[in-house]
T-cell receptor, first 115, second 118 residues
């Protein structure tokens, strides 16, 4: 059983650029969520995908977008990067179903630095 | 909106001793799930323990146990026989049981940094 893998592990981008972060879900998991964790803070929910459709979104602007593919891998895209986008981005996969509480399997994150 | 508060930014414990990390939450829902996650320097969030709100019995996982007080909206984590490998950031998290849209997401506290002294 594979866990959740994220790539790249570290990334430095310039303000105004675009970035794509990637996540490979745990085998059998059909739901993926993305979180932003600023330094010294707890993770904050960006959005969630279930069966390739976005089915939940946190308080993040539209320049944060995502995709989920048929193999349940996922991408997080951020356009027009701002300095405040510097953070650890965590991907979490789960077996989504109503009233399920199996918890989430997290990846080790991508550390994004915007300069 | 639900919130999670961890009032202890840092805690320290002697190896083999017991430590309790505090967490309070605010919600108007009656059915939900609570979690404790550990985040070591490797950055990966690791599930430590999970509690279902409709279960009165406190969850336990080996050396980890919780004290769930639903009326007080309190969810503390007790670590017994602390080990050096327990040193990490610990996050308390809430999730609505109404699994629909963004209600399926986790709401985290700001975390408690636990140090274990040899």
């Amino acid at each position: 059983e594979t866990g959740v893998t994220q790539s790249p592990t570290h990334l430095i981008k310039t303000r105004g650029q675009q970035v794509t972060l990637r996540c490979s879900s745990q085998s059998g998991h059909n739901t993926v969520s993305w979180y932003q964790q600023a330094l010294g803070q707890g993770p904050q929910f960006i959005f969630q995908y279930y069966r390739e459709e976005e089915n939940g979104r946190g308080n993040f602007p539209p320049r944060f977008s995502g995709l989920q593919f048929p193999n349940y891998s996922s991408e997080l895209n951020v356009n027009a990067l701002e300095l405040d986008d510097s953070a650890l981005y965590l991907c979490a996969s789960s077996l989504g179903s109503a009233r399920a509480a199996y918890g989430y399997t997290f990846g080790s994150g991508t550390r994004l630095t915007v300069v | 909106a639900q919130t999670v508060t961890q009032s202890q930014p840092e805690m320290s414990v002697q190896e083999a001793e017991t430590v309790t990390l505090s967490c309070t939450y605010d919600t108007s829902e009656s059915d939900y799930y609570l979690f404790w996650y550990k985040q070591p320097p490797s950055r990966q969030m690791i599930l430590v323990i999970r509690q279902e709100a409709y279960k009165q019995q406190n969850a336990t996982e080996n050396r980890f146990s919780v004290n769930f007080q639903k009326a007080a909206k309190s969810f503390s984590l007790k670590i017994s026989d602390s080990q050096l490998g327990d040193a990490a950031m610990y996050f308390c998290a809430y999730r609505s049981a109404d699994y629909g849209g963004s209600q399926g997401n986790l709401i985290f506290g700001k975390g408690t940094k636990l140090s274990v002294k040899p």
